[in-house]
């Protein structure tokens, strides 16, 4: 079996487009953070049939793993998680849908009739295909290996640098005056933007 | 019947406009990352994709991949330490409060 | 290679429908007596007070980041360890050094007492 069946991935595609929507449609953030799981999961999947084994454990490791809990500990962490009654959208969605709609259907458009070379190797083994990975990590592309772990430690101080910023500011007093501020200023400049 | 490589990027474009739009429209700063993180995916199909049907032998798109992946996690470890501390500061992640730089 | 994903399709569908079936068939058995009380959120007794939406604390933020950044490292890990053997001492002194930046990283983490609960 050269290609993947269509019968796996015709499933696979379309839980990883459903569920995609349900993430930015979902009214509720709590609601998106848990639709991405099973989209992670659908990639996986797609990963999986294009035979890259290596990268579906990776997938389910990092993403579905860690990258989610990080971002539902944030959501947890943001306590106004908006209203769901409330409008969940900026102003500039309605312009988004074409543009994204244009996007999307434009660049699978393009895609498709580009002349691609029809090539009917097989896939390397699970086995030699990890191996030919960190074999390559080791000898060609030693630097990026490298510069991965530099990305990461950037990525690590800055983050800890940023949550860790303050002391816990003095409670919500100051905020609110903040705030109360900014929207004085923007009130006097007669300043059309939408509140709330 | 088999799915062939235009299908993967024809799927990965999709992905990639789904994720444009959370990136967009999207009021939440925290919904805006999920979307990043959809593009991102997108992405990497793409790779794996072009790995597969026309250079499976070659490690080049699998490395890719894995920068990626890199990128992604700290791209999200930051992002959200940056929406946690504008939460901080203005009590809110929602995009359209937060325009102090507007002036 | 589909064979490959075979059995961990049959593994799944095996383990959901494990559960789907059991909780189907205790429906069946069980008796309906709903109540209102009965949807309260229990809190070892006495009346929940407040929302459950609690403001957490930040370390669980950093917790999860340091998870994240070490589960990445793990990802890096692997392929090399599958072919580490193949190159020998230049191999070992690569992942030294990827090693020592991120134990860096460990290090400023633990300074800042992010891995502390404070």
Same mark, same amino acid.
């Given at each position: 079996?050269?290609?993947?069946?269509?019968?796996?991935?015709?499933? &696979?595609?379309?839980?990883?487009?459903?569920?995609?929507?349900?993430?930015?449609?979902?009214?509720?953030?709590?609601? +998106?953070?848990?639709?991405?799981?099973?989209?992670?999961?659908?990639?996986?999947?797609?990963?999986?049939?294009?035979?890259?084994?290596?990268?579906?454990?990776?997938?389910?490791?990092?993403?579905?793993?860690?990258? &989610?809990?990080?971002?539902?500990?944030?959501?947890?962490?943001?306590?106004?998680?908006?209203?769901?009654?409330?409008?969940?959208?900026?102003?500039?969605?309605?312009?988004?849908?074409?543009?994204?709609?244009?996007?999307?259907?434009?660049?699978?458009?393009?895609?498709?009739?580009?002349?691609?070379?029809?090539?009917?190797?097989?896939?390397?083994?699970?086995?030699?295909?990890?191996?030919?990975?960190? &074999?390559?990590?080791?000898?060609?592309?030693? &630097?990026?290996?490298?510069? +991965?772990?530099?990305?990461?430690?950037?990525?690590?101080?800055?983050?800890?640098?940023?949550?860790?910023?303050?002391?816990?500011?003095?409670?919500?007093?100051?905020?609110?005056?903040?705030?109360?501020?900014?929207?004085?200023?923007?009130?006097?400049?007669?300043?059309? +933007?939408?509140?709330? | 019947?088999?799915?062939?490589?235009?299908?993967?990027?024809?799927?990965?474009?999709?992905?990639?406009?789904?994720?444009?739009?959370?990136?967009?429209?999207?009021?939440?700063?925290?919904?805006?990352?999920?979307?990043?993180?959809?593009?991102?995916?997108?992405?990497?199909?793409?790779?794996?994709?072009?790995?597969?049907?026309?250079?499976?032998?070659?490690?080049?798109?699998?490395?890719?991949?894995?920068?990626?992946?890199?990128?992604?996690?700290?791209?999200?470890?930051?992002?959200?330490?940056?929406?946690?501390?504008?939460?901080?500061?203005?009590?809110?992640?929602?995009?359209?409060?937060?325009?102090?730089?507007?002036? | 290679?589909?064979?490959?994903?075979?059995?961990?399709?049959?593994?799944?569908?095996?383990?959901?429908?494990?559960?789907?079936?059991?909780?189907?068939?205790?429906?069946?058995?069980?008796?309906?007596?709903?109540?209102?009380?009965?949807?309260?959120?229990?809190?070892?007794?006495?009346?929940?007070?407040?929302?459950?939406?609690?403001?957490?604390?930040?370390?669980?933020?950093?917790?999860?980041?340091?998870?994240?950044?070490?589960?990445?490292?793990?990802?890096?890990?692997?392929?090399?360890?599958?072919?580490?053997?193949?190159?020998?001492?230049?191999?070992?002194?690569?992942?030294?050094?990827?090693?020592?930046?991120?134990?860096?990283?460990?290090?400023?983490? *633990?300074?800042?007492?992010?891995?502390? *609960?404070?």
């Amino acid at each position: 079996m050269i290609s993947p069946s269509i019968f796996v991935f015709a499933p &696979l595609a379309s839980a990883a487009l459903f569920t995609a929507l349900m993430v930015v449609r979902s009214r509720n953030v709590i609601h +998106a953070g848990y639709w991405l799981l099973p989209c992670l999961l659908a990639v996986a999947g797609l990963f999986g049939s294009l035979e890259a084994h290596f990268f579906v454990v990776v997938q389910i490791l990092i993403y579905a793993g860690a990258i &989610l809990i990080l971002i539902l500990f944030a959501l947890m962490l943001t306590r106004d998680v908006m209203d769901p009654k409330q409008r969940q959208t900026t102003k500039f969605a309605p312009l988004a849908v074409p543009l994204c709609i244009f996007v999307g259907l434009g660049g699978a458009l393009m895609m498709a009739r580009a002349p691609w070379p029809a090539i009917q190797a097989a896939a390397p083994g699970p086995a030699e295909q990890t191996k030919a990975l960190g &074999l390559g990590l080791i000898g060609d592309y030693a &630097l990026p290996f490298e510069v +991965a772990s530099l990305i990461l430690l950037a990525a690590l101080i800055g983050a800890i640098c940023l949550a860790k910023a303050e002391k816990e500011p003095a409670a919500p007093e100051p905020v609110i005056d903040l705030r109360g501020e900014i929207e004085l200023e923007e009130s006097v400049s007669a300043g059309a +933007a939408d509140g709330h | 019947m088999t799915a062939n490589l235009t299908h993967y990027l024809a799927l990965s474009a999709a992905l990639f406009g789904i994720g444009l739009y959370g990136v967009l429209a999207r009021r939440n700063a925290i919904a805006v990352l999920m979307g990043i993180e959809l593009m991102l995916n997108a992405a990497n199909i793409n790779f794996l994709a072009f790995w597969r049907f026309l250079a499976p032998n070659s490690v080049e798109p699998q490395v890719y991949v894995l920068v990626v992946l890199t990128v992604a996690a700290a791209e999200a470890a930051v992002g959200l330490a940056v929406v946690l501390n504008v939460y901080r500061s203005f009590g809110t992640v929602n995009l359209d409060e937060i325009a102090r730089l507007k002036g | 290679m589909s064979e490959l994903y075979l059995t961990f399709a049959v593994f799944g569908a095996v383990a959901v429908g494990f559960v789907c079936v059991n909780l189907f068939i205790a429906r069946l058995a069980r008796p309906s007596a709903p109540n209102p009380d009965k949807l309260e959120t229990y809190e070892c007794g006495p009346l929940p007070v407040g929302e459950a939406w609690q403001q957490f604390n930040v370390h669980y933020y950093l917790f999860a980041l340091l998870f994240v950044v070490f589960e990445v490292e793990a990802a890096f890990l692997y392929p090399w360890a599958v072919a580490y053997k193949q190159v020998g001492r230049y191999a070992v002194v690569e992942m030294l050094i990827f090693v020592a930046i991120l134990a860096a990283g460990l290090g400023y983490a *633990w300074r800042r007492k992010a891995i502390e *609960w404070e």
